[in-house]
């Protein structure tokens, strides 16, 4: 049998965010993480998944025995989809906006829009993904309806516009699959907001409680300011000091902009440290943020 390991976001990808007959039929639960990214739109993180299951389970002696072994054909193709999605992306924009450039009807346009926005947000292009959802104008095909909006929150999140996405997540009547995933993103989009009780009560809604502890605050000091992790801290996970600074009346960003007051850097940490860099925002080591947990 394949080695446990931790699964982010697993209790919401089976519990609560699949869509009830995959909930039902769920036998294996890293599979059951990738249907989360996928429902999330994370296709690379999804892909990522997939492509490390299907690896262990095709070296197995007796994969008949292993759990994967129920969803098999339907893990295999949604890689096969995952590398439309991604790893073709750049064929796929061009087709998609060979369609927005002709003369097709404006529903049609629309849905193109929707996809070449939702490519853009996959690549990390959020500017141009922005630009992509403008583009939507009148009618709008009503089997994405959904998907565009939920599309929408994602990026006002992503952009450190929280209380954006909160309006959209708010407002819209959402059906099928995408409910659960709603539910539990108005909850991070009301932490991200500063609007912390709100948020725990939306996440009890969405079935997902928080502790005794973090429902604590400790004190105000961090009031308004914006922090964001990256890289792999030495002492705690990213979202443990994440509750930190939280507890203490912090935002929490997935993304750095002008607004946000601090990046805390660990091991490896990529693109964020290098935009907190370029615009000129702090930049804390471990170290650093430890120290200043202890003395502000």
């Known amino acids: 049998m394949r080695t446990p390991r931790l699964l982010v976001g697993l209790g919401l990808g ?3 965010l699949a869509s009830p007959a995959v909930c039902a039929d ?3 639960l890293y599979y059951g993480e990738a249907l989360f990214h996928v429902y999330q739109g994370q296709f690379f993180d999804a892909l990522q998944r997939l492509d490390t299951e299907l690896a262990q389970y095709h070296g197995l002696d007796e994969p008949r025995l292993d ?3 129920y969803h098999i054909n339907d893990a295999e193709f949604a890689v096969g989809d995952l590398e439309l999605d991604y790893r073709m992306h750049l064929r796929a924009g061009r087709a998609v906006k060979a369609v927005l450039e002709g003369a097709v009807d404006e529903s049609v346009r629309n849905e193109a829009a929707f996809r070449l926005a939702r490519i853009n947000f996959q690549k990390g292009q959020l500017d141009d993904a922005q630009s992509a959802l403008a583009r939507i104008q009148g009618a709008v095909p009503a089997r994405i309806k959904d998907d565009v909006e ?7 999140m992503a952009t450190s516009h929280p209380g954006d996405a ?3 997540l708010q407002q819209e009547r959402w059906d099928g699959g995408l409910a659960g995933f709603a539910s539990y993103n108005l909850g991070i989009a009301l932490f991200q907001d500063g609007r912390t009780p709100d948020a725990i009560d939306q996440l009890d809604k969405a079935g997902v409680r928080p502790t005794a502890e973090k429902r604590v605050f400790k004190s105000q000091k961090f009031a308004g300011k914006s922090f964001v992790f990256t890289g792999a801290l030495a002492n705690r996970s990213r979202e443990e000091a994440a509750q930190q600074v939280m507890q203490h009346g912090a935002k929490i960003s997935s993304s750095v902009s002008k607004k946000t007051d601090y990046v805390v850097v660990g091991a490896d940490p990529g693109s964020k440290y290098d935009k907190a860099k370029e615009l000129g925002v702090p930049v804390l080591t471990e170290g650093e943020f430890e120290k200043l947990l202890r003395t502000t």
């Open 26 to 28: 769920l036998k294996d």
């Open 150 to 156: 939920f599309l929408r929150a994602n990026i006002d």
């Open 166 to 168: 909160v309006k959209v």
């Open 67 to 69: 759990s994967l072994y």
């Open 14 to 16: 089976l519990g609560l």
